[in-house]
């Protein structure tokens, strides 16, 4: 058993995680009840919160409406228009044209589905190519600023802020500073 368990799938619910699992258990955003499903909660939501622990209650609700990142928005990111086997068209750092296509979907009853690139930009980030989606499910990300291609190699912002609101979480643990 684990001394420290991190549950950092980001499925904006719990999927099954529990304070047993663990000695420390940390839960990533909406979803968890920090003091009853795991230890603690890190906060996901952008904003002056970002990276809080909270050791009592609830992350923010997910709002479903992703940062604005260049002027857009809800646009950049793309959902799986229906469920089968992703077929990556285009890698991560590739820059694409509104209407292109960046993969394709492979329904279990043989149907063939696009994924066409919904702004012009560099795509960010996009899922592993093989893997099994069901629609709706977020699956890539276009970034509008063609010039920030670099940040497609780098860990974000909010990455690392998360990650140091859990490194923050772990050494108060290991000091016994918890609540």
């Known amino acids: 058993q684990p001394h420290i368990l991190i549950d950092a799938i980001l499925a904006k619910k719990n999927l ?3 304070k047993k699992m663990a000695d420390l258990t940390i839960g990533l955003g909406p979803g968890f009840c920090a003091g009853k499903d795991v ?3 890190i906060e996901t939501m952008r904003g002056h919160n970002l990276g809080r622990i909270i050791y009592e209650g609830l992350a923010l609700k997910n709002t479903g409406v992703p940062g604005v990142v260049g002027g857009a928005s809800v646009e950049r990111v793309l959902h799986a228009p229906a469920s089968g086997r992703m077929e990556n068209r285009r890698r991560i750092a590739a820059v694409v044209e509104k209407g292109e296509t960046v993969a394709y979907i492979h329904g279990a009853d043989g149907q063939v589905t696009e994924v066409k690139a919904t702004l012009d930009g560099v795509l960010r980030g996009i899922i592993h190519d093989g893997y099994l989606v069901t ?3 977020k ?3 276009i970034d509008p600023r063609v010039h920030a291609m670099n940040n497609c190699y780098t860990i974000s912002d909010k990455a690392r802020c ?3 609101g859990v490194l923050e979480a772990v ?3 290991e000091r016994g500073m918890h609540r």
């Open 139 to 141: 699956i890539a990300d």
């Open 16 to 18: 099954g995680t529990t």
């Open 135 to 137: 629609q709706g499910l």
């Open 162 to 164: 998360i990650s140091g």
């Open 39 to 41: 230890t603690c909660v």
């Open 171 to 173: 050494m108060a643990w």
